[in-house]
């Protein structure tokens, strides 16, 4: 499905904290994530990203009202090689998982059939710089 189809939405709170990271490793985990949730979603639906506070640093959800992934196969989605997709190569999620949890994050996803999916991502804050001498 092509991006021009679907709208994107994107909110961010003020005050987010720094996440340490390789920036080109953590764009693909986004890159990633849209474009599922791109893939799944019908001609006209948004894509809703959404950056937060978390607990000990950043939440972001990505979150679809596309057609959902059925309860039986949610656990395997994080699987290499493992896609719902006609022609997916099953590798978005799993590098994606391993991207996040590289740099000590985590990845969750929640979904119902036909009502869509979001999946969230919990980065830890940077250390605070330390001052100069």
């Given at each position: 499905r092509s991006f021009s189809t679907v709208g994107a939405v994107t909110?961010?709170?003020d005050g987010l904290a720094?996440?340490?990271?390789d920036r080109n490793r953590l764009s693909q985990v986004l890159i990633n994530l849209v474009t599922n949730a791109a893939q799944a979603s019908r001609a006209?639906?948004?894509v809703m990203v959404e950056a937060?506070?978390?607990?000990?640093?950043?939440?972001?959800r990505v979150?679809?009202?596309?057609c959902g992934i059925p309860p039986e196969k949610q656990k395997q989605v994080f699987k290499p090689f493992f896609t719902t997709k006609p022609h997916g190569t099953g590798l978005g999620l799993a590098v994606a998982r391993r991207i996040v949890e590289e740099h000590g994050g985590r990845i969750q996803l929640e979904?119902?059939?036909?009502?869509?999916?979001?999946?969230?991502?919990?980065?830890?804050a940077a250390p605070p710089a330390k001052a100069g001498p």
């Open positions: 909110r961010r709170k720094k996440v340490m990271g006209g639906d948004e937060a506070a978390d607990t000990d640093g950043v939440l972001v979150r679809d009202k596309g979904s119902q059939p036909e009502k869509g999916t979001v999946v969230s991502v919990s980065l830890p």
